[in-house]
């Protein structure tokens, strides 16, 4: 299968490119080095620093023999994006070239506005790119847990049989954001739901939990195929933070109560998710949804159990509670449907303490590179 | 009350900023000129020419000893709307200035690219602008009763309560959209559902239906006071539409079948109900929705109206059903509810053949003026 990668250097994008690669289809990374620019710009540097697009193809094709095709350049340009469909034909196209953090899109105005423009540019092209070039093209979205909130009711599968004055019908999933990146995954969905139904476009849009970990079969080759690793308050999700604190001798800094629940999984179970999907496509019109996590825990949960691991290696983690810089409920109901990718096959890769001492033994090799300021929430959403 | 109208010199936009004028405001008018411009990029004159924007609030003042400030600019600029709220202060803001054609945003990529760049950056230049200087401005947002779409169970105001396995919570109401138009609509209910919340910002979000008509009081101080009448497939609304066939003798299309059923609701009435909405702001992070029309009714209903109207003046009016140009559900259920206004005091001017024979009187004394091309669809959804 000849499949389009949007968003191809990012944490996710470029460990899928190589295990898609690996399962022998032909990719084409696409990447305008964004999130490398925003980094740079406020000094956020990862764990080890990576090496661009262009020598990880390198790497790779002499480790594995395997041709991955790269190309620089922006998905809000229209006529960059339609080119790329003309020229190399994707069957599926897989698009995670939006801005992915949500403490920076509530940073500031132009964060905002580069959040919005982009999230939607990027999906408003792919729609088009597609019903332009070739509708039978699989459209995979990723989308985030994140766009539900933390609703009262059970979290179904991207949608909600009502039923109301003795009536039935089928929505979406009634959604709300905790942040502008969120809203913006929301207003991608709507726009999605849109397009697909009226042209007849096929979708999966994957409801995606954060993702922790760093390891996958690929990196195995050699270190420089790594993914990029970061753990500041604006790219890094929570669990490889506390990671980094714990390696560091920082408290793990838990947001408020830490009593806020998530559905979390480890990276290598988002490329299995992310093959799974390509394999499923949906029929023309529909747009598939599914629930991409495999385990519940609290914020609390997660730093209880990686001050286990730490503790084991004599670490002696604290555990400290700060002031949430974010505007989000700390009691609240949580039981969110994951079904479908099991039915589907997903053998879940579990968070256990072997798990959590591999990173922490990996991050404490490189603890010396580590900025601890970075790690510390700056960023108010108010 | 100060009040700033961003879009003033829309079909709604001009005889809001009159009404609001005479009840007593200070009204500072925004406009770009976009609508204007596109109609004549495109042809699509309206029935009279109307003055500008500067043009017409010399007239104005001169009638009435009233002043309506004006500016020329673009809401998607943030400079400029940050620098006016700091400049002019309003209590609260009207925002009409969005891309408010379904067809327009059907026409193309470049058509569907302004509407979603153009709705959404406007909504959150407005959100940010009102953030940043004054929290307690009490924002008025046009939205759509096309966000809801036609779904099978009766439609609430703006929110549904859910029960789902034994337990409850309050949603925003599930929103399909039937265009990209109404699309980016849903969206900006998103991005300012996620504001109010977060920020405690004051939102009203009007949804309206299709609105008919061409009078109000206030333009009957000189024919120049006119708003703009569209009668073409971009931005012509049904009923106007067919008053304008009607009085060239020519068949009134109707679009499929003709069942397809809205809730409409006369110019004067939607004046009323934006006076109402600034007279009863909501209370900081709340986000009070109103369903803004006054009848339901078909397609082929309001035909018939029409026909029946062109009949008693000896006008031999035709229907014929033309192949739907759009996607949508002809045969659906349609009971949405629009309580809140009337509690709030609107006494609804219903459509009876006195309004339509006094709108298409007014048409007949212009029908020399009409280019017939341009009233049927040209623009199809595939």
Redesign the interface.
Known sequence: MKVLILGGDGYLGWPTAMKLSSDGHNILVVDNYSRRKIASDRNLPTLISVPNLQQRVVTWKAKTGREILVRIGDVQE?EFILDLFHEYGPDAVIHFAEQPSAPYSMAG?LE??YT??NN??TT?NVS?AVK?TNPEVHIVKLGTMGEYGT????IEEGY?D????G???R???????G??YH?TK??DT??L???S???GLRVTDLMQGPVYGMFTKEMEYQPSLATNFSYDEIFGTVLNRFVVQAAIGRPLAVYGSGTQKRGFLNIVDTLECIAIALRNPPRPGEMSILNQFTEVFSILDLAHLVKQSGDDLKLNVEIVNIPNPR?EKEDH?YNPRTTRFRELGLEPHLLDQEVLSEMLEHVLRYKDNVVPEIVSPKTS??
């Open positions: 229209y105005y905002a506005r919005l423009t939607l540019l408003l088009h332009q609703p009262n009711i059970d909600l009502i039923e109301h004055n009536r039935k019908d929505f979406l999933y009634p959604r709300k954001g942040s502008l809203t929301i207003q709507d726009l739901y849109f397009y139904g009226v042209w505007v109901y959403w108010n």
